[in-house]
């Protein structure tokens, strides 16, 4: 076992060499593969935020019952008694167009308008919360709600945070895409490095052969040096990605305060952090093992 780790540890420290004589070679491939990744992972980043936003914005959606302009008090009483009385609504709110006009006279810029009308031209309105927060459920109770008597118009207000999650659902299956095709560049990357050091240390690892040595043990500093080149490029890629959320925090801040509340963009947590890393590590790794498999294994010694 002692000797199992002396080889890792010896490998690693070869390879750990190799990276360092590469110099701005090294540092360009660690670029090269920390801006392709950081564009999956600042993505992932974006629409985590969102959507957490909109979780907390659809939380406890709100159905709104506009009656018919001509509709009598009579008429929303009876309709009240009817919204009471179905088990699905937790929480019902009635809004008079008396109400609902010395609010609208209250907005900035609306008086003067409302005062060129002459008459109300809002109806009577109900407010209402179901105990079912499903989209399903909200449509159905939407629904039945149109088909009462007197009923103009039902909206339900959450509709538009049901579209923006599906929009959050494509974007992510769109990452996936992009994620996927650049791992297959970044595979091709460390591929094309490795070929390159098997090819420049060709002589060395012919007579490695002679004297003995295995595959597995000549192999094994490029398996670690692919491996080092995928972390190193995996946090560039955060770098990258927490620079340009803070730029963007900087913007957004402003937008959210003019709207009264609070957003920003987090950064990724921890799990996901590590997440990237390995990632990037395994993708270096696995193309060092192709060019391993592909160009060393065939150097036999003349």
Excluded: C
């Amino acid at each position: 076992m002692i000797g199992w780790l002396r080889q890792h540890w010896q490998a690693l420290r070869a390879a750990l060499a190799k990276l360092a004589g590469q110099k701005s070679a090294g540092l360009a491939s660690a670029l090269v593969i920390g801006v392709a990744v950081s564009l999956p992972a600042g993505g992932y980043a974006l629409l985590e935020s969102l959507r957490e936003m909109t979780g907390r914005l659809a939380l406890d959606p709100q159905l709104s019952v506009f009656m018919r302009l001509e509709a009598k008090r009579a008429d929303a009483d009876a309709v009240s008694a009817r919204l009471k009385a179905d088990a699905r609504i937790a929480q019902l709110r009635f809004v008079p167009k008396e109400a609902a006009l010395t609010e609208l006279k209250a907005t900035e810029g609306l008086a003067e308008v409302v005062a060129a009308l002459g008459r109300n031209p809002l109806p009577d309105a109900f407010v209402l919360r179901a105990r079912d927060t499903r989209a399903e459920t909200l449509d159905a109770l939407a629904t039945d709600l149109r088909a009462l008597p007197a009923v103009a118009h039902v909206q339900v207000d959450a509709a538009w945070a049901r579209r923006l999650a599906a929009l959050a659902g494509l974007g992510r299956t769109a990452l996936l895409l992009l994620a996927a095709l650049l791992a297959f560049g970044l595979v091709a990357i460390t591929f094309n490095t490795i070929r390159l050091q098997i090819l420049t240390q060709r002589d060395e690892i012919e007579v490695s052969k002679l004297i003995g040595a295995t595959d597995s043990f000549i192999g094994r500093p490029f398996f670690y040096l692919g491996l080092l080149q995928g972390l190193a490029g995996g946090t560039v890629a955060l770098a990258i990605v927490w620079g340009g959320l803070a730029l963007l925090n900087a913007q957004v801040h402003a937008l959210a305060e003019s709207y009264g509340f609070e957003f920003r963009f987090a950064f990724l947590p921890p799990q996901d952090t590590l997440a990237v890393l390995l990632f990037a590590g395994l993708l270096g790794w696995l193309g060092a093992f192709m060019s391993v498999s592909r160009y060393l294994f065939e150097i036999e010694p003349k």
